[in-house]
């Protein structure tokens, strides 16, 4: 069997786009700092979203059923930080302008690109629930360097346009 530890040691070798996943609704305004975000198909536009069940913010997305994807660019390592950390969401939002499409969830104004997303399924798997999201809107901005995650720190990818 394969211990946590070391499936946590290789998996930090996997390069993943950071993003942070924001909902709205009844339930209120959330988000959070994600790397486990990937698409399903394009017949019907999805993406899978992974969460800790334990988050506090876990159940907010439960009940909206509605999540936007947010793709960081490089200059918002910050904002990935504060996803992460314990701030109140209040503060947490106030580190950005926020805008709104089809679900009402928060949308990064100048996000590489936002994903606008029903939740139609929830699968709970070990400590973490996967959201199959139907993409229902989305919004890119024109950005040409994203940030990602690789062996516990942040990189920059992309080419900066000259000129």
Same mark, same amino acid.
């Given at each position: 069997? $394969? +211990? ?15 993003? $942070? ?16 975000? !990937? ?5 019907? %536009?999805?993406?899978?979203? !992974? ?10 997305? $439960? ?9 960081? +660019?490089?200059?918002?390592? %910050? ?17 950005? *302008? ?7 969830? %928060? #949308? ?8 606008? !997303?029903? #939740? *139609?399924? #929830?699968?709970? #798997?070990?400590?973490?629930?996967i959201f199959m999201c139907r993409i229902v809107a989305l919004r890119q901005n024109d950005h040409d360097q994203g940030l990602v995650y690789f062996n516990r720190?942040?990189h920059r990818v992309g080419t900066p346009k000259i000129g």
């Amino acid at each position: 069997m $394969v +211990a946590a530890s070391d499936f946590r040691d290789a998996m930090a070798m996997l390069s993943s786009a950071v993003n $942070v996943v924001t909902t709205a609704g009844e339930a209120g305004r959330h988000g959070f700092t994600a790397s486990a975000v !990937c698409s399903v198909t394009d017949t019907p %536009p999805t993406l899978l979203v !992974c969460m800790n069940t334990a988050s506090r913010s876990y159940q907010y997305f $439960v009940e909206n059923r509605v999540l936007a994807v947010n793709v960081l +660019a490089e200059h918002h390592e %910050p904002l990935s930080n504060s996803f992460a950390s314990k701030m109140s969401s209040e503060e947490r939002f106030g580190q950005a *302008e926020w805008t709104t499409l089809a679900t009402g969830s %928060p #949308i990064l104004t100048n996000a590489l690109v936002s994903f606008d !997303c029903q #939740i *139609e399924q #929830i699968q709970e #798997i070990g400590t973490h629930g996967i959201f199959m999201c139907r993409i229902v809107a989305l919004r890119q901005n024109d950005h040409d360097q994203g940030l990602v995650y690789f062996n516990r720190a942040y990189h920059r990818v992309g080419t900066p346009k000259i000129g």
